[in-house]
Every structure is written in structure tokens, then in C-alpha cells.
């Protein structure tokens, strides 16, 4: 585990997007996979500022989104999907050689999450998996509790996990449920990177890169893989 301190987040993100894009170039032809919401923001930005400086040339790399709330379709408030369409793909000048976007308002959310796995199996495994950490500890939708073993799943939200939701959809939608890559797939990864910044996050990130390794809290899984980056700003990282 690689642990890099960072003094706010502005240096948190910048320093996560120049470790993906190192990633990719030492693995050009590789599959990317960035999540969404506030943490990321940052990251998402200044990965795709060093792609548009020809920094790092995504023309052969595949993209994968990590999760999806069900219901929610890429078009939108909230959603992952329309994260990554506005946030990343959307700010690039150049494009992936392809992009497999979870759709959480599928019709049939089974083929969806099945189709999650055929493209993480047919252009896989991750070369690099970035990861924020939920105040249970989740990576993606593998919530408290999850069966380690797992590919893509659907997975029914934690308490936690619908209270943080809140400031994502207020009043005006109460998913009950994810669709995620699941923990085999993020370990399978060649590179991890977790990101991390708040206070607010500084008490979870103990408990999962110090605490015992147990589904309890997902992300101490974390301990366990090979090459692990943790990218925390000053504020998350003060209890490690
Ligand atoms: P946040 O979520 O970016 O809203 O803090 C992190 C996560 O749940 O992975």
C-alpha cells in the first residue's frame, strides 16, 4: 500500500489523475475505470486536462464506469452516467478507443449487469481502477456486508449510503439499490487508486487501511492488492 498525503484537494487530484495516466501509458491498449460524485470531480478534470495536453494517449484505452444508482439512467440528475458524460468524457479532446457506461434505468437490469461483465471480461482486467470510499467503507455500490467473491452485481444500498445520497437527489429520488463492478473485478485491477478528502473521511480510512480486513468494511480489502495508491488529502489522512 502507497500512501500519499496530499495538502488539499486541488494536490489530491492532480496527483491521482498523473497516477492513472502513468497507468495508461505503460499500459496503452488497458481498460480505465473512474467513479463518480464529489470526491472524483477533481481528478476527473485533471485527467482530462492532461489528455487534452497530450500528456497521456487514451486512443487505445477502453473506459468502464464503476457504478450506477438503478433507476437512474445517464441522462440523469445524479447519476453516474451524467457524471461521466459532463465531467469526463465530455471535456475530452480525444476519445477512447470505446466506453461502456452502466445504465442503472435498463429495462432489464439483469442484461445490464451482465454486460458489465462481458466488457470488463472481453477488454480487461482494469489496468487502473481510481475508487472514492463511502462513509461505510464502500468502493463502488460493494456495500457493508458484500460477498467478496462477486463480479457486477446489484446490491441493495446501506442506511449510510442513502443518507450521504441526499445531497445528490434531496427529496427528489430514493434508490433503493446499485449496480457495481464488484470487488473481484476492483482486485483484479492491475493498479488501485483510492481517493480520499475530509474530515469527514478520515475516521473510515483508518478503519479500512489499519482495521482488520473484512466485509464489514469493504475498502480494508484494499490491504490485500498488490499495488494499492491511497491518495488522501491532509484532512482524511490524519488518523492513519
Ligand atoms: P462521495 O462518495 O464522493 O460522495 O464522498 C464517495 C463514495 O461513495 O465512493
Known amino acids: ?12 487530484s492532480r496527483r491521482a489523475a498523473e497516477l492513472a495516466a502513468a497507468c495508461i501509458q505503460a499500459d496503452p491498449t488497458g481498460l480505465v475505470s473512474f467513479p463518480g460524485g464529489d470526491t472524483p470531480l477533481g481528478m476527473v478534470h485533471a ?20 457504478d450506477e444508482w438503478v433507476g437512474l439512467s445517464g441522462l440523469d440528475e445524479g447519476s453516474c452516467g451524467r457524471f461521466n458524460r459532463t465531467e469526463l468524457l465530455g471535456r475530452l479532446q480525444k476519445r477512447f ?21 462481458s466488457y470488463i471480461a472481453q477488454y480487461g482486467p482494469l489496468t487502473v481502477s481510481v475508487l472514492g470510499i463511502g462513509m461505510n467503507g464502500h468502493l463502488g455500490f460493494n456495500e457493508d456486508g458484500v460477498d467478496l467473491d462477486l463480479n457486477a452485481h446489484i446490491i441493495p444500498l446501506s442506511e449510510t449510503t442513502k443518507q450521504v445520497m441526499h445531497k445528490y437527489f ?24 483510492l481517493i480520499a478528502n475530509g474530515s469527514h473521511k478520515a475516521e473510515i480510512l483508518r478503519r479500512a487501511l489499519c482495521g482488520e480486513v473484512s466485509n464489514r468494511v469493504p475498502a480494508s480489502v484494499l490491504q490485500k492488492h498488490p499495488n494499492c495508491y491511497v491518495v488522501a488529502d491532509e484532512a482524511a489522512a490524519a488518523k492513519l
Open 97 to 117: 478507443a470505446g466506453v461502456h457506461l452502466i445504465d442503472g434505468a435498463a429495462a432489464d437490469i439483469e442484461a445490464e449487469r451482465a454486460a458489465l461483465d
Open 47 to 66: 485527467f482530462a486536462d492532461l489528455v487534452n495536453a497530450g500528456k497521456v494517449d487514451i486512443s487505445g484505452a477502453h473506459y468502464v464506469s464503476l
Open 170 to 193: 434531496g427529496e427528489k429520488f430514493h434508490p433503493e439499490y446499485g449496480i457495481s463492478q464488484g470487488i473481484r473485478q476492483i482486485m483484479a485491477a492491475k493498479t488501485v487508486i
Open 1 to 12: 500500500m502507497n500512501l500519499i498525503v496530499c495538502k488539499d484537494y486541488e494536490e489530491m
